[in-house]
C-alpha cells in the first residue's frame, strides 16, 4: 500500500498532489489498479528471476566443468585424440616466477607440457597472460627457468621466435594495411607461400573481408585475423590468449577448428581463457591457475584425467 500511494500521481491520470491523501473510496479503487498494472511487471520480473536463476546454474556448471579437471572421475574418452599426440615434453619450468615491483605475479612455477593442447583456466588476473608472456619469450622471468625443446626460451633468439606463435590482447597487427596485406606481410616473413594465406583466410572465413582496412575492423574480426597470423606459419608453439573474446559462437568454433587443424605431433597449444566450456571440449590437457599459482594441473587419457608431473 505505501507503494501505490507514494506512486498516486503516476497511478491516477492527472496525478494528485504527494502530500494530499484522496478520499478513501479513491485509494481503495487506485489500489485496485495498481495492482492491475502491476501484474505484468509481477509476471515480468518472475521471468528475470528465473532467468538469472538458471543463469547462476549455468555459472556453476561452467565453475564445475573447470573444477572437472581436478576430478579423476569425469570421463570423455570420446573427445580424447592420441593421434595427435606423441607424449613429448615440449616445455619445462623450472622455479618459475614474475613480479612486478612488490606484486608477485607468478608463485613458483613447476610443470612439464606436452604435446597436444593444453587449456589454461583462471579468473582475470590469476596470471595467465603473464605466463604465456614468458613463454612467448617477451617477458623475462624474475627468477627459474623455462625451456622450450630444451632451449631456454629468450626473445633474442631467432631459433626460438620462429617457431611460436602468439596472440596477446593486442592483436599485433598493421591497422592502416588491409587483411590481406597484414598477412602476406607475415608470410613474407616466414617464408610462407601465398596459397597458405589464402587457406587461412578461408578456415576463418576472413575471405570477404580481405581488402578491409584492419583498422575498420571490429573486434571480434581483428581477432580472428590476429590467430590467422599467429597459426599461418605453422609453428611449434602456439599461444593464444583469449582467443574467442567478442567472438560469436560460428566464430568461436571456427578459431577451435583452425586449433585443430593445426594440432600434429611434437606441437603444443596453450590457450588461455576464463571459460573453460569451450576450451576443455578438445583440450588434451588442463592448468588451473589462481592469483599467480597453479593449483591443478591435469592430462586427458582414455579413462578419465590423470594428475600431470
Not at 78 to 95: D, H, M, P, T
Not at 131 to 153: D, Y
Not at 257 to 272: E, F, H, K, S, Y
Request: charged residues 20%; aromatic residues 6%; positive net charge.
Amino acid at each position: 500500500m505505501g507503494c501505490c500511494l507514494s506512486s498516486w500521481r503516476l497511478l491516477l491520470p492527472g496525478g494528485a498532489h504527494v502530500d494530499r491523501l484522496p478520499p478513501k473510496s479513491q485509494r481503495r479503487r487506485a489500489t485496485r489498479r495498481a495492482t492491475i498494472c502491476w501484474l505484468p511487471l509481477l509476471a515480468s520480473i518472475s521471468t528475470i528471476a528465473t532467468a538469472r536463476s538458471s543463469t547462476r546454474n549455468g555459472t556453476r556448471g561452467a565453475r564445475s566443468s573447470s573444477r572437472g579437471w581436478r576430478s579423476t572421475s569425469h570421463r570423455s574418452p570420446q573427445l580424447s585424440n592420441s593421434a595427435f599426440r606423441s607424449e613429448q615434453s615440449c616445455i619445462e619450468l623450472v622455479g618459475l616466477t614474475v613480479s612486478y615491483g612488490s606484486t608477485l605475479a607468478l608463485r613458483p612455477v613447476d610443470l612439464t607440457l606436452y604435446d597436444g593442447v593444453t587449456g589454461l583456466f583462471g579468473p582475470n588476473g590469476a596470471g595467465k597472460s603473464t605466463l604465456l608472456r614468458v613463454l612467448a619469450g617477451l617477458l623475462r622471468p624474475t627468477s627459474g627457468n623455462a625451456t622450450l625443446f630444451g632451449e631456454e626460451i629468450r626473445a633474442s633468439r631467432e631459433s626460438i621466435r620462429r617457431r611460436i606463435g602468439y596472440v596477446g590482447h593486442e592483436s599485433g597487427l598493421y591497422a592502416r594495411l588491409s587483411v590481406i596485406e597484414n598477412l602476406t606481410l607475415f608470410a613474407n616473413l616466414y617464408g610462407v607461400a601465398s596459397t597458405r594465406v589464402e587457406d587461412v583466410l578461408e578456415r576463418l572465413d576472413m575471405s570477404e573481408r580481405r581488402t578491409t582496412q584492419v583498422g575498420a575492423l571490429s573486434a571480434g574480426l581483428v581477432r580472428r585475423v590476429a590467430v590467422a597470423r599467429a597459426v599461418l606459419h605453422e609453428p611449434d608453439v602456439l599461444l593464444l590468449d583469449e582467443p574467442y573474446a567478442n567472438l560469436d559462437d560460428d566464430a568461436s568454433e571456427r578459431v577451435s577448428a583452425t586449433v585443430l587443424d593445426w594440432r600434429a605431433p611434437g606441437r603444443v597449444a596453450i590457450i588461455a581463457t576464463h571459460g573453460a566450456k569451450r576450451v576443455k571440449a578438445f583440450a588434451d590437457a588442463g592448468i588451473i591457475i589462481q592469483r599467480g599459482a597453479v593449483i591443478s594441473y591435469r592430462r586427458r587419457t582414455a579413462t578419465g584425467y590423470e594428475v600431470a608431473t
